[in-house]
């Protein structure tokens, strides 16, 4: 194995457009895979991310980290993975040994989680560079790029009929919100849902509530055009809040007579988390929120809300175990139990990476998928 080249799209400040260079990239490590990279999408996670001033110092960067791919080559001490194998990069892996892992309570790995210095988990370096320029990683994934290299528990093979133009959602949004629904908050059966923000994490939410068999389930957004798009996905009501005189917590307590039995705050607003609150049902009200603030990341919230048997909590992932998880939700699409297609707007090649960019901020597409030259 040897330094490669290859085409990838890179971020030299926060905000500015992406440049499609040559970068060179090394051989995996001990426990790292090198990636082909075939599909990757667009996640507003990566828009948040590139947009921020927080980390001015991690630049130039390869963002990036909702992908499919095929395994090119593996690092000493991999046992798991081969050449050949079809897998998704996972932006927070799972070692199998951490207490969180061994718990079976969690899918917070103490040792692959979210890496956000830009470089690898395990030597705290970078794999790409540019004539001896170091190039930073995002979620140490890092998709935008033709090859990438990840630790080999940042990624789950999988079945090697599942499309990768399409399977690549599952590896971050489409799976964030049905582990939402499903696992962290468990949705029964007739019950009233609210979501907050009707983008790809949160339309996956009212996917997995329809399923759940959700009695009515409102999608709350400012964008009048998801209207009609949430209906696909299960979305029985919808609210612009922009339509209203009345905040919209109120008006959803009037039409639920008291609130909702489930709330999810999707739009990555701390001030949302508080609407989202209010808007559930005294005495087991649960409001879950998955969204990634884009600033403020303090939550305010009146005590009188707990005290009357609201509960608030956190989803990373929608709470899946990544590598143990994941194949079974291929699997799901395989027999066509779970939509994924539906949630694909655009597809572009790598060059028109700037383009997706552009569609995700100003809220006019879903999921763009990146596809990477042949």
């Known amino acids: 194995m040897s330094v490669i080249s290859c085409k990838a799209a890179v971020a030299w400040g926060a905000g500015e457009p992406l440049l499609i260079q040559d970068v060179e990239l090394s051989p995996p490590q001990p ?14 996670s990566d828009v948040t991310a590139w947009l921020s001033q927080a980390q001015p110092q991690i630049y130039p960067r390869i963002f990036g980290h909702e992908a499919s791919g095929i395994v090119e080559s593996v690092g ?7 050449e050949g194998d079809h897998v998704l990069s996972l932006f927070t892996g799972e070692c199998m040994r951490c207490r969180q892992c061994a718990s079976g309570k969690s899918n917070i790995c103490q040792v692959l989680g979210l890496e956000r210095q830009g470089v690898m ?11 001896g320029k170091p190039i930073y990683h995002y979620c140490a994934v890092s998709s935008f790029s033709e090859y990438t290299v990840v630790h080999s528990g940042c990624a789950v093979k999988i079945s090697s009929i599942a499309p990768l133009e399409k399977i690549c959602l599952l590896s971050c949004g489409v799976a964030a919100g049905l582990g939402a629904a499903w696992k962290v908050a468990n949705i029964s059966e007739g019950s009233t849902v609210v979501i907050f923000g009707l983008g790809t994490v949160g339309l996956s939410v009212a996917q997995g509530a329809k399923l759940r068999g959700a009695s009515r389930i409102i999608g709350v ?22 339509d209203h005189d009345q905040p919209i917590h109120q008006v959803i307590n009037r039409i639920t007579d008291g609130g909702a039995d489930y709330a999810f705050e999707c739009v990555g607003d701390t001030g949302m988390i508080n609407t989202a609150l209010q808007s559930c049902c005294s005495g087991w009200g649960l409001t879950v929120t998955l969204g990634v603030p884009k600033e403020k990341p303090e939550i305010t919230a009146h005590y009188g809300l707990f005290l009357t048997g609201r509960t608030l909590t956190g989803s990373l992932f929608g709470g899946w175990k990544p590598k143990s998880d994941l194949p079974s939700l291929v699997d799901m699409y395989l027999r066509k139990e779970i939509k994924i297609d539906d949630y694909i707007t655009h597809n572009l090649m790598l060059e028109d990476i700037n383009k997706a960019f552009d569609l995700m901020r100003e809220g006019k597409c879903l999921r763009c998928v990146i596809h990477m030259p042949m």
């Open 31 to 44: 426990m790292e895979i090198r990636i082909k990279v075939v599909c990757t999408s667009l996640c507003r």
């Open 76 to 82: 000493q001490g991999v046992t798991e993975f081969e």
């Open 121 to 131: 988990h395990s030597d705290k370096q970078t794999r790409f560079s540019i004539r």
């Open 221 to 242: 957004d400012t964008n009048p055009e998801k209207s009609e798009r949430g209906k696909d996905f299960g979305v029985t009501d919808f609210l612009n809040p922009n």
